[in-house]
């Protein structure tokens, strides 16, 4: 199932985002998140049938409340039924720190931003 898509959304400041954070995003359906290589961004959209997964968070997976899809903190399916991992988004980070994410640009999920 495909994410839904939303546009330049703020996402907060670097200052509140530690280490091993994986926090939903008030108004769009994205998580931002931060680990040692830096801060990305990816739906919280299940690829399984599009549940919500913004209450799933702990502390190092996600999971799925409709049909229990666990993905590890990057996304990447550890048990199905979902088929595929969470979409990556484009985050930018300003010079005073507040990050925003761009919903139109996936990108892998390997890229990071430095903070």
């Known amino acids: 199932m495909e994410p839904a898509q939303f546009g330049v959304v703020p996402a907060g400041n670097i200052s509140t985002l530690a280490v091993g954070d994986i926090t939903p995003v ?41 049909h229990g899809s666990v993905f590890d903190a990057n996304g990447n399916v550890l048990s199905g039924p979902a088929p595929s991992p969470l979409v990556h988004y484009a985050v930018a980070i300003d010079a005073s720190g507040n990050i925003t994410i761009n919903g139109a640009q996936q990108v892998d999920a390997s890229d990071r931003v430095s903070a």
């Open 26 to 66: 008030a108004g769009a359906s994205v998580f931002i998140a931060r680990d040692a290589g830096g801060v990305y961004a990816m739906t919280t959209t299940c690829t399984h049938a599009g549940c919500d997964l913004s209450g799933g968070v702990g502390s190092d997976q996600i999971t799925c409340p409709c």
